[in-house]
């Protein structure tokens, strides 16, 4: 799934914001997944060249060309994000007659549905996968679980937030249940 986070600078001032650093007057587009076909490329390059506004810059690594409504050429740019492989924990108290292999597989589909949701730079919340996992069973969370607490790991310890940059998405291991 292609996913996208954009952002502007609208100053006269080159900024330096959520990671990148933008040139005054320009717009920044961040694409995923990497390494984009040769025709998704131009797909990305011709959405931008429709959306920016004239004398808008267009920032990023990834150069192309597209051919504008005046038939020149137009170069056109973004950036690729950068997947941060995290690690996610989900501990749970299930209810009476119930055993980690009963809810284990279903917890890992959620956690895993959920992160292939994420665009570049959005900030990842533990609660919102809690939330998903003690839904009523018939409105897709899981049956025998009480209650679940998820936090992530990104190498830095085991937090319940993460906030990427713009140049990057969390990229989901297959979540660990405990109890």
């Known amino acids: 799934m292609l996913s996208a986070y954009l952002q502007d600078n ?86 009476t007659g119930f055993v980690i292999g009963d809810v284990t597989a279903p917890i890992q589909s959620i956690a895993s549905d ?5 665009s570049p730079g959005e900030t990842t919340y533990g609660f919102a996968i809690e939330a998903l996992i003690g839904a009523d069973p018939s409105s897709g969370g899981v049956e025998g679980v009480a209650s679940a607490v998820v936090e992530f790991n990104i190498g830095a310890g085991w937090v319940n937030v993460l906030t990427p940059t713009a140049l990057q998405i969390n990229a989901f291991n297959a979540a660990t249940v405990t109890t």
């Open 114 to 118: 959920f992160g292939d949701t994420l």
């Open 10 to 95: 609208d100053t006269p001032a080159t900024v330096v914001d959520n990671g990148i650093t933008m040139e005054p007057h320009s717009v920044a587009a961040v694409v995923h997944p990497a390494g984009l076909t040769a025709a998704q490329k131009l797909e990305v390059w011709e959405a931008l060249y429709l959306t920016i506004p004239v004398g808008i810059k267009p920032m990023g690594t990834q150069v192309g060309t597209v051919t504008g409504e005046d038939l020149a050429a137009k170069i056109m740019r973004y950036f690729e994000a950068v997947d941060v492989v995290t690690d996610v924990r989900v501990t749970v108290i299930l209810e």
